[in-house]
């Protein structure tokens, strides 16, 4: 009767022998739990590894109703040197913020969450936005959160959840005489419930509103406007709230909020330093009419670009090496399936959008990932997996590749993975290939269809090649850092069924995985020391290099800031690198700001045979 049992019992064994094999772990690399004290588990959302080698991260409310209604919002700082953790306060909802390193090695996190979704069953009362008309031209005007509004025709009364400031009015005059027209109208946004539950408090058509509580003039220059107020689902709402996170002083400091509330947004560093924020759903769950900003992190505030180009949620936007960006088509969903889905090379001074071709399985490119293939100098971007829109049970097996430096580009399919698989992890490794692991077939591992697989990718040969599996399912909401000592932390997982039925509710995955890849047991690895922790943009470094063979290549990595396997900020900058016979090296920086921006990198030194050193820290001002 005992038999299968034992029979699984010896295979575990067997296989747990098999794994821990010297030559088993130099040919396929090595997978192990972090032990994370049990205070210190929180269900982590974003991470980003900071200059000083410590990770943060964070989970806000961590996709917890109950967290967010008791205002229980979670960072952590881990150190992978000692394994030691420590807990930051969080002053906002930073769930499904975005972030990117900035030029100072500081961490900007901006957005977040303002109140969680409603499925349609779950809404009792009927709501949505309300836009307040300010006719005055003299003032803007604040109402405050609990205004109840009236309609004129349907005679329905709604109450706002938030305070709104309505900006004033605008005077237009005529461009060739001078001559007063009108007054446009100032606007301000708001979402609004109705009174009391139940359907018949839902509208059905667009009606003006009369504002309770106003006096004087205000009662002639301010209402509402709205369309349906229904008790259809409510989608999350965003935040405007930014911060710097300081990797010395280890705490959150709050700077200028951004003009547009956003979650899910993406932050992309531009070549001058400056950050763009593009895409989020706004503070009444709608997503953003693409209007951008970009945060100067030397004066602290946000600035409209002053053009319109709208993106699905986290798209994954690069900064390419002429200054434009490169969008891959990857994004985490939400917004019209067929606006900014289109992948291609954008100018955000001039707005121009150079659309590529030739993508395979356009329309599986939600929950896919993008990486910058090394050496960034190649300008070549490969996208990876990916499903259909919302909860599409489809998924995508290709990996399909372009090279911007091609006079027309064009997506090509490149080495293809063993299954379709929503959200993979990847992450650049220092001897030049890519970590591709986790991910599922279905929705959220609907139906348990988790990918218990890793690989890595070889841009030479454009080959996978599978590696050590790993123990956990990832899915939505997970991510892969690199450390600074070569190894890979792979973090998160929110599955929706806890079973293969679908019949049990998932539980958020804690548990914290280290993978260790094959160069990390060979005989011995370059030891690099000394050096200047400062290198301009063409400029040079030398440092001494003892152990491993002889240097073969050296590389600036650009450290990881990822959240729902969107991660912008990581990239590998080949060095020039001359060697003397004293065990000596001496590395030169490329002079472009747009191939280097200014910030920390991890410089990575290799062997002939392919091993990496643990990073030195540099920055490139």
């Known amino acids: 009767m005992n038999g299968p049992a034992v029979w699984r019992y010896g295979t575990a064994k067997y296989h747990e022998y098999t794994i821990n094999k010297p030559e088993y772990k130099a040919a396929n690399g090595k997978w192990d739990f972090l032990s994370v004290p049990s205070e210190y588990r929180v269900n982590t959302i974003h991470a980003a590894l900071l200059h000083t080698g410590k990770v943060l991260l964070i989970a806000g409310s961590g996709n917890n109703q109950k967290n967010f209604d008791a205002k229980k919002f979670e960072s952590v700082l881990w150190d992978p040197k000692t394994n030691a953790f420590r807990h930051i306060p969080t002053p906002a909802d930073m769930f499904c913020a975005g972030h990117t390193q900035l030029p100072d090695g500081k961490l900007l996190v901006a957005g977040g969450t303002k109140r969680y979704e409603k499925l349609q069953g779950d809404v009792t009362k009927a709501g949505g936005l309300m836009i307040v008309h300010n006719e005055d031209p003299d003032a803007p005007k604040t109402l405050p959160a609990g205004t109840r509004f009236t309609g004129k025709e349907n005679g329905k009364t709604f109450v706002s959840k938030d305070p709104v400031l309505i900006e004033k009015a605008e005077k237009v005059f005529d461009k060739e005489t001078g001559r007063f027209l009108h007054t446009k109208a100032g606007l301000g946004r708001v979402y609004v419930e109705a009174e009391r539950s139940g359907k018949e408090h839902e509208t059905g058509t667009e009606d003006n509103y009369r504002i309770h509580g106003l006096k004087g003039s205000d009662t002639r220059n301010l209402y509402g406007i709205a369309q349906k107020l229904a008790l259809d689902k409510k989608d999350f709402q965003g935040i405007k709230d930014a911060y710097e996170f300081d990797p010395v002083a280890e705490k959150y400091i709050p700077v200028d909020p951004m003009n547009e509330a956003r979650w899910y947004p993406t932050l992309t560093t531009l070549e001058d330093g400056k950050v763009l924020a593009i895409s989020g759903l706004d503070e009444i769950g709608a997503i953003v009419p693409g209007k951008d900003e970009v945060y100067d992190p030397k004066t602290k505030e946000w600035e409209y670009t002053g053009k319109i180009r709208r993106f699905p949620t986290y798209p994954a936007m690069f900064l390419m090496d002429d200054g434009r960006l490169f969008y891959s088509g ?42 910058m293939l090394p050496p960034a100098q190649d300008q ?44 993979p992890s990847a992450s650049l490794l220092p001897d030049d290939t890519v970590l591709v692991t986790g991910g599922s077939e279905d ?27 790993p123990r956990v399912g990832r899915n939505y909401h997970s991510g892969s850092v690199l450390l600074p000592d070569g190894r890979v932390m792979i973090f ?13 509710p998932g539980v958020f995955e804690q548990r914290i995985e280290i993978y260790q890849p094959p160069y990390l047991f060979r005989d011995s690895r370059p030891v690099v020391s000394g050096g200047p922790q400062r290198i301009e943009r063409g400029g040079s470094g030398t440092f001494k290099v003892s152990g491993g063979t002889k240097p073969a290549t050296a590389k600036l990595m650009r450290p990881s800031a990822v959240t ?9 900058v080949a060095l020039e690198l001359t060697t003397t016979p004293g065990g000596e090296v001496t590395v030169t920086v490329p002079s472009n700001r747009a191939l280097v921006p200014s910030g920390w990198y991890m410089l990575f030194l290799t062997d002939t045979e392919g091993t990496p050193s643990e990073a030195v820290w540099v920055e490139v001002p």
């Open 443 to 469: 929705y959220r591992g609907r139906g348990g269809s988790n990918v218990l697989q890793a690989r890595t990718y070889d841009p030479k040969t454009g080959t996978y090649q599978r590696v050590a599996d």
């Open 380 to 423: 070549k971007f490969m996208v990876i997996g990916g499903g259909g829109v919302g909860e599409s049970e489809r998924s995508s097996e290709k990996s399909r590749l372009v090279d911007l430096k091609e006079p027309s580009p064009r997506f090509r399919d490149g080495a293809t993975l063993d299954k379709g698989t929503r959200y």
């Open 330 to 371: 990857s994004n985490a969903g939400y917004g019209p399936a067929d606006v900014g889905r289109d992948p291609g090379i954008w100018d955000v001074e001039t707005n121009a959008f150079q659309k590529i071709p030739g993508l395979g399985d356009p329309d599986r490119m939600e929950t896919s990932a993008t990486v």
């Open 564 to 572: 729902h396997v969107t991660d912008v900020d990581q990239r590998t």
């Open 492 to 504: 998160g997982s929110d599955s929706l069924f806890a079973d293969e039925a679908n019949t049990r």
